[in-house]
DNA sequence: TTGATTGTTCGGTATAAACTAAACAAACGA
DNA sequence: TCGTTTGTTTAGTTTATACCGAACAATCAA
């Protein structure tokens, strides 16, 4: 008689999850498809639904996360320009909380990463000896992501100018 | 006397590894960052680089994956939009090769991954109740993003037109 | 100094993902 | 019908990553 342990069939579905809970959760599933750990997904949806900055323990705490996962992940969102990190007066602890012109940050990230690929992309136009249909093709690709690219920094300066700080 | 066998210190540097090749296996690197399998990487830049269609095996081969990898991963590359599978006349096989207004396709796949992202943050904007100072940044979050949107699709429609076919 | 508090790093484990080989299925030609 | 070619699925292995607990380092107070 073999008994499937119960949390292996599937987690218990917490009684007391609230809403707030919910939306963290898909919030850091959500945040998987950009490369981050899900408690870094976790971490960043708690300190968007938080006014002020909170503490690496009550971070860990609230997430459900050991305190070296929190930290870890703390940094890696930080590096990414997601939050940021801040002391309080007299006190000795870090404190996280969300920057302030999230959406031109998150935009910022993404168009850097697209610039990686596009980089490789105009490095191979002027090192590979391709045809000329092939060095069209690419040529145009990257004539098209260039005017795209324009675009949407100009967008993003009227979203900064919009809300300076 | 311990020996580190050379292959895990390093790889050995192929010296047949041509320019082509290089560009593959970077662009391949790169798009790792958008999720996708370092094969479908691969088979991607093998692509991009061809003018004609080429059939599985070949994929294969010159990629170095298995013939089952091959498979799995231009199925994920042809559902994002990325490459699409041709069938030639008096000829069993599939053939793959790049679609042709890719770089748009690559864009519209993005915004369907932010979609997804920003729609759960409106869904907790309904459900939600937060402070008045939380509720003002998740607005102004989604409005930016918005706006950014609009501005985004409307430079993809003037490259489709540039481009119909 | 010592003790207490806070954050980071390290070692080990579990989980997930990529990949391959081999079995399988489907489609075609003989 | 039977063998061949082509693509997919499955099972198992390898590899990478996330995560935790515990040890460690640093900082400040006493």
Request: net charge positive; charged share 30%.
């Amino acid at each position: 008689m073999t008994v499937l342990k119960p949390s292996i069939a599937r987690r218990k579905p917490d009684p007391k999850a609230t809403a707030a809970d919910e939306f963290v959760e898909r919030l850091a599933v959500a945040m998987e498809a950009d490369g981050l750990p899900r408690i870094a997904g976790r971490i960043f949806a708690l300190l968007l639904l938080n006014e002020d900055a909170i503490s690496l323990d009550v971070i860990a705490e609230s997430t459900g996360a050991s305190k070296a996962s929190a930290s870890v992940n703390t940094r890696v969102l930080e590096q990414r320009g997601l939050i940021e990190r801040v002391s309080l007066q007299g006190d000795r602890r870090d404190y996280y909380r969300t920057v302030s012109n999230l959406f031109v940050r998150t935009m910022e990230q993404r168009l850097a990463k697209w610039q990686r690929f596009h980089a490789i992309v105009n490095d191979g136009l002027e090192r590979l000896d391709v045809s000329p249909v092939i060095r069209g093709r690419l040529k145009n690709f990257e004539m098209e992501y260039e005017s795209v690219r324009e675009v949407l920094t100009a967008a993003l300066e009227r979203c900064r100018v919009r809300r300076p700080r």
